[in-house]
């Protein structure tokens, strides 16, 4: 059997006194994953720690959770940017979704623009609320963030080993040597000045 691990939410800031804390949900399927009873364990302060789900609530589209170890703000505070995460079955997981993949899945595929020419391969992925960007180091070793969106990225398909890009114009051209940005301002009056 295969697990992988999967990311469900990122804990965000504190929400009132009681140790509750807001989540950047990080899966399709929160109520499954996000289970009162549900353990956890993280690192936290160098050490690890197990939380565990006491309740759920959602609010506005947000998800909010209490753990049962968390009993205040401050200790609520110190765990803002850890990962929760587990291990999920990748055979069942496939079997139910053929066309699903997780994050996991992603690094090390390669990269293909739309018409075929090679861009780069998939070292990592940063999450953001607004979407996730993909990390891809290109074909001259440069560092590019792709929107993980579907109109960028139309296809993954890991059976090939390829994640297809339609990415938007520039983004992965390299600059010239030359042009290394703007020149820096100098004390000289702008025209504007009198």
């Known amino acids: 059997m295969s697990t ?4 469900v939410a990122t804990i965000g800031r504190a929400h009132g006194l009681r140790g509750e ?3 950047i949900v990080r899966t399709d399927q929160p109520r499954e994953r996000l289970q009162p009873g549900t353990v956890f364990t993280v690192e936290a302060a160098g050490r690890p720690r197990s939380l565990t789900v006491g309740s759920t609530r959602t609010q506005q589209d947000r998800w909010y959770v209490h753990f049962d170890e968390v009993a205040d703000r401050s200790d609520a505070e110190s765990l803002r940017g850890i990962d929760l995460q587990i291990g999920v079955d990748a055979q069942q997981e ?3 979704d053929p066309d699903a993949w997780y994050p996991s899945q992603l690094q090390g595929l390669r990269v293909e623009h739309i018409d075929g020419r090679e861009l780069g391969t998939v070292v990592g992925i940063e999450h953001y609320p607004a979407q996730d960007l993909l990390i891809v180091r290109t074909t001259d070793r440069r560092r590019v963030q792709l929107p993980l969106v579907e109109e960028l990225v139309p296809e993954v398909d890991l059976e090939a080993g390829v994640v297809l890009a339609d990415p938007p114009g520039g983004l992965f051209d390299a600059l010239p040597e030359d ?3 703007p020149e820096p301002e100098t004390s000289a009056p702008s025209r504007t000045q009198r």
Do not use: T
């Open 94 to 96: 496939s079997d139910e």
């Open 21 to 23: 804390v807001a989540l």
């Open 4 to 7: 992988l691990d999967v990311i």
């Open 179 to 181: 042009e290394q940005g």
